[in-house]
């Protein structure tokens, strides 16, 4: 009884309900007020206060006889770390394999077959026993785009074919190739949009690139890209798709366009060839003027798509940017060549070392291909009182000589260096070795190559 009496006075009172009038809002309820935290015993002077770990409190040191306590409306919350997710490393795809360039030597009763795996687009004899040959495919059909400089005399090797030199061109194809210019052992090669000047460095195993020009390109074709170099070496002339030459000065370590260019042409150029200017179409009054390899002028012959063949004569030593003296010589078109049928093109020319003469190879579709020669001659023009001087030169083509070489389409031609024979190969890959002079048949094979 002792026990229940004391629960019941311990019990705390339930406050009595309030009556609330018919129609009247209650009253909201009220809500006890949170206890407020009691503060910690005081410690005692001198000494350190106890750390209380309660939630809400922290304690701080006593500085002196003092005791700071400062009590924190919220408790304390340990900050929780996210780990980071570190992403899977990108796996780096495989290098593709760069496309190297080979070849391989067979013997048979005609001589030597080298096969490459990549298609040709220039071939250049230098010297007698040397040969530049350049092409690709592009790296993404897997073809190398190289050079090889190769030897063509038989030693020790089981094969007179064997390769000292290679440039690669990385991913520009090799449209075409100059000749070797001896003295400097340099040669222009023909990419898309550009012409690059590289040097034979045969005593460094190596061939480098010493600098590129950018040229008009026809980039839907752009694998008429031809270049030649001056007798002397000093001077580039460059084929452009727009119908022009540009001329470009050659220097030890750059290619820089010298300012003059050959406007004549009213379409495409097929071919251009270069020789030294003779003597005899110099002016009777020109004393100051050189012949030979460092003579004043150089000899150039063009062909085009329209029908016409032209020479002319530029500067073959100024470096001046500011020289511009190049102009067309001569010309003739194939409708005034009463042996060539209707509808015939010129496609190919050489100059003969002299200079003195020039051959055309014509070919059309459905029509024979010819070899035509014609002399170069130059006859002394008087000039008018109004510009003064000595008198000038009038030049002709005439034409001497001409043959049939079959009745399929020409798709090479090549003069000797000596300017002794005529090298030339048809659709059907035929090849024709005649004589410069009477263009008499020397050799003939059909069985050089299965393709153009």
Same mark, same amino acid.
């Given at each position: 009884?002792?026990?229940?009496?004391?629960?019941?006075?311990?019990?705390?009172?339930?406050?009595?309900?309030?009556?609330?009038?018919?129609?009247?809002?209650?009253?909201?309820?009220?809500?006890?007020?949170?206890?407020?935290?009691?503060?910690? &015993?005081?410690?005692?002077?001198?000494? *350190?206060?106890? =750390?209380?770990?309660?939630?809400?409190?922290?304690?701080?040191?006593?500085?002196?006889? !003092?005791?700071?306590?400062?009590?924190?409306?919220?408790?304390?919350?340990?900050?929780?770390?996210? @780990?980071?997710?570190?992403?899977?490393?990108?796996?780096?795809?495989?290098?593709?394999?760069?496309?190297?360039?080979?070849?391989?030597?067979?013997?048979?009763?005609?001589?030597?077959?080298? /096969?490459?795996?990549?298609?040709?687009?220039?071939?250049?004899?230098?010297?007698?026993?040397?040969?530049?040959?350049?092409?690709?495919?592009?790296?993404?059909?897997?073809?190398?785009?190289?050079?090889?400089?190769?030897?063509?005399?038989?030693? *020790?090797?089981?094969? +007179?074919?064997?390769? &000292?030199?290679? $440039?690669?061109?990385?991913?520009?194809?090799?449209?075409?190739?100059?000749?070797?210019?001896?003295?400097?052992?340099?040669?222009?090669?023909?990419?898309?949009?550009?012409?690059?000047?590289?040097?034979?460095?045969?005593?460094?195993?190596?061939?480098?690139?010493?600098?590129?020009?950018?040229?008009?390109?026809?980039? !839907?074709?752009?694998?008429?890209?031809?270049?030649?170099?001056?007798?002397?070496? *000093?001077?580039?002339?460059?084929?452009?798709?727009?119908?022009?030459? #540009?001329? +470009?000065? %050659?220097?030890?370590?750059?290619?820089? #366009?010298?300012?003059?260019?050959?406007?004549?042409?009213?379409?495409?150029?097929?071919?251009?060839?270069?020789?030294?200017?003779?003597?005899?179409?110099?002016?009777?009054?020109? =004393?100051?003027?050189?012949?030979? /390899?460092?003579?004043?002028?150089?000899?150039?012959?063009?062909?085009?798509?329209?029908?016409?063949?032209?020479?002319?004569?530029?500067?073959?030593?100024?470096?001046?940017?500011?020289?511009?003296?190049?102009?067309?010589?001569?010309?003739?078109?194939?409708?005034?060549?009463?042996?060539?049928?209707? /509808?015939?093109?010129?496609?190919?020319?050489?100059?003969?070392?002299?200079?003195?003469?020039?051959?055309? %190879?014509?070919?059309?579709?459905?029509? @024979?291909?010819?070899?035509?020669?014609?002399?170069?001659?130059?006859?002394?023009?008087?000039?008018?009182?109004?510009?003064?001087?000595?008198?000038?030169?009038?030049?002709?083509?005439?034409?001497? #000589?001409?043959?049939?070489?079959?009745?399929?389409?020409?798709?090479?031609? /090549?003069?000797?260096?000596?300017?002794?024979?005529?090298?030339?190969?048809?659709?059907?890959? %035929?090849? $024709?070795?005649?004589?410069?002079?009477?263009?008499?048949?020397?050799?003939?094979?059909?069985?050089?190559?299965?393709?153009?």
């Amino acid at each position: 009884l002792r026990m229940g009496r004391k629960k019941a006075e311990n019990k705390p009172r339930e406050a009595a309900p309030m009556k609330v009038q018919k129609g009247a809002t209650p009253p909201a309820p009220t809500r006890k007020a949170p206890p407020e935290p009691t503060p910690p &015993p005081p410690a005692k002077q001198g000494k *350190k206060a106890q =750390k209380v770990d309660k939630p809400g409190v922290t304690t701080t040191t006593v500085q002196g006889k !003092k005791t700071q306590v400062q009590a924190l409306t919220q408790p304390a919350t340990v900050p929780t770390t996210t @780990p980071v997710q570190t992403p899977d490393p990108i796996p780096t795809p495989p290098q593709k394999k760069k496309p190297e360039g080979k070849w391989v030597v067979e013997s048979n009763k005609s001589g030597e077959v080298v /096969r490459f795996n990549f298609p040709i687009y220039g071939i250049r004899w230098y010297g007698t026993d040397r040969l530049c040959i350049g092409g690709g495919g592009g790296a993404k059909y897997g073809m190398a785009n190289q050079m090889v400089c190769a030897h063509t005399k038989k030693g *020790k090797a089981s094969h +007179a074919f064997h390769v &000292p030199l290679q $440039y690669d061109s990385e991913s520009k194809i090799i449209w075409s190739l100059s000749d070797v210019h001896g003295p400097t052992k340099s040669v222009l090669v023909g990419h898309t949009g550009e012409v690059s000047l590289l040097r034979l460095q045969y005593d460094k195993n190596c061939v480098s690139k010493v600098a590129s020009l950018s040229v008009v390109c026809n980039e !839907k074709d752009p694998t008429r890209k031809f270049a030649a170099f001056s007798p002397s070496g *000093k001077i580039a002339i460059i084929a452009q798709d727009d119908s022009t030459l #540009a001329c +470009a000065r %050659v220097l030890d370590e750059d290619l820089k #366009a010298r300012g003059d260019t050959l406007v004549g042409h009213k379409d495409r150029i097929n071919d251009l060839s270069v020789a030294e200017f003779p003597k005899a179409l110099l002016a009777p009054g020109d =004393k100051a003027s050189k012949t030979g /390899r460092w003579g004043t002028y150089a000899l150039v012959a063009t062909v085009a798509d329209d029908e016409t063949l032209k020479v002319w004569s530029v500067l073959n030593v100024a470096e001046q940017a500011g020289n511009k003296s190049a102009k067309e010589l001569c010309g003739v078109a194939a409708a005034d060549c009463k042996h060539l049928p209707t /509808r015939t093109l010129f496609k190919f020319c050489s100059l003969h070392p002299t200079g003195k003469k020039v051959y055309a %190879v014509t070919s059309g579709m459905g029509s @024979p291909s010819f070899i035509t020669v014609f002399d170069i001659q130059g006859t002394p023009a008087e000039t008018p009182k109004k510009h003064g001087g000595p008198p000038g030169m009038a030049y002709t083509l005439h034409c001497r #000589a001409f043959k049939k070489i079959t009745d399929d389409s020409v798709t090479a031609f /090549r003069l000797s260096e000596d300017g002794t024979y005529l090298c030339c190969g048809d659709n059907e890959g %035929v090849v $024709y070795v005649l004589g410069a002079e009477g263009l008499d048949l020397k050799y003939k094979n059909k069985k050089l190559h299965d393709c153009p």
